[in-house]
């Protein structure tokens, strides 16, 4: 059964990174959360930020009436549409704003895809991790009973430890299988040109548009250059179409032992961690699994 993972630890003044969520059945149990835990923000002299589904936002704007100018609405299919994206979102909220940030997020929203959902959990361990010293940071999770998610795992009532645990155990465990259906390609620093000739004929004919692809190419350049850099000089790249999106899956022999790449932009004299980043600007959904002796990424692509 769903639990509400809401407590008391909301109100009053915050001991650390608060990371509550509760699920909803309806608009009005929604509003009804929401609501309370925003509109408390300004006495307290915080920053509110509500990054919601345009549904969401509709219906919250017009319940809290004037006092929507107090929040700051932001479209989570846009901003969170690649959940990888969230954590530098509110990074830069927090940049922007010193003192206390109140959020209120839904980024688990009906609609998604199976590995989009997948995703959000894996960003919600990792948001603990990331904000584990942001002392004035609350964020609320909304999520909507139909998705079928449990979210007490990730939030309130898991300490650090065991959220830092289920963080590693889902970065460490593989993706699904790659479908037999898929065409495969070996390649080396030799082959790196034949393998983006070869990626643009294939996104070419499944109707991916030139500046889609011109993104994806780039995405896919960075992680199959890494993989030569850093995962043993060769990989393999597997191509297929699924949920509507044209999907491009880079294994390798190397390893990467932390857990935020892609999510913290790397310094400019840094070694690794760039292609990440990029391929989680570039492309719709990008996914990372890295073990012993071996590293994932996987490109998704909508076809439009």
């Known amino acids: 059964m769903l639990k509400d993972s809401a407590t008391d630890s909301l109100h009053g003044a915050p001991a650390g990174f608060e990371h509550d969520a509760f699920v909803h059945a309806s608009d009005a149990v929604f509003v009804q959360r929401a609501a309370a835990f925003l509109t408390e923000g300004p006495a307290a002299g915080e920053t509110i ?61 009906p609609g998604r895809s199976a590995a989009e959902y997948d995703e959000v959990l894996l960003h919600e361990a990792l948001s603990d991790i990331a904000f584990a010293t942001d002392r004035s940071f609350r964020l609320y999770c909304a999520y909507e009973a139909s998705v079928g998610i449990d979210p007490t795992a990730t939030h309130a009532g898991g300490t650090v430890l065991t959220v830092d645990g289920l963080a ?35 996104a070419a004919s499944h109707g991916v548009s030139r500046d889609r692809l011109d993104d994806l190419a780039l995405a896919l350049h960075e992680i199959c250059t890494n993989s030569i850099r850093f995962g043993g000089g060769r990989g393999t790249l597997a191509v297929w179409i699924a949920d509507g999106a044209l999907i491009c899956d880079i294994t390798d022999h190397g390893r990467i032992d932390a857990l935020l790449v892609g999510r913290v932009l790397p310094p400019l004299d840094g070694l690794g961690g760039r292609g990440v980043w990029l391929a989680n600007q570039l492309c719709d959904l990008a996914q990372l699994r890295s073990g012993d002796d071996w590293t994932q990424v996987r490109l998704h692509t909508r076809l439009r």
């Open 49 to 109: 930020v509500a990054v919601l589904p345009p549904k969401r936002i509709a219906v919250l704007r017009e319940a809290l009436g004037a006092e929507q100018h107090a929040v700051r609405f932001i479209d989570m299919t846009v901003a969170g549409g690649n959940p990888a994206r969230l954590i530098p979102f509110w990074r830069d909220v927090l940049e922007q704003h010193p003192g206390p940030v109140r959020g209120l997020s839904e980024a688990a929203y």
């Open 168 to 202: 590693e155990k889902a970065f460490r465990t593989p993706l699904d299988d790659v479908p037999n259906r898929a065409e495969r390609w070996e390649f080396g620093p030799d082959e790196l040109g034949q393998v983006r000739q070869w990626l643009s004929g294939q």
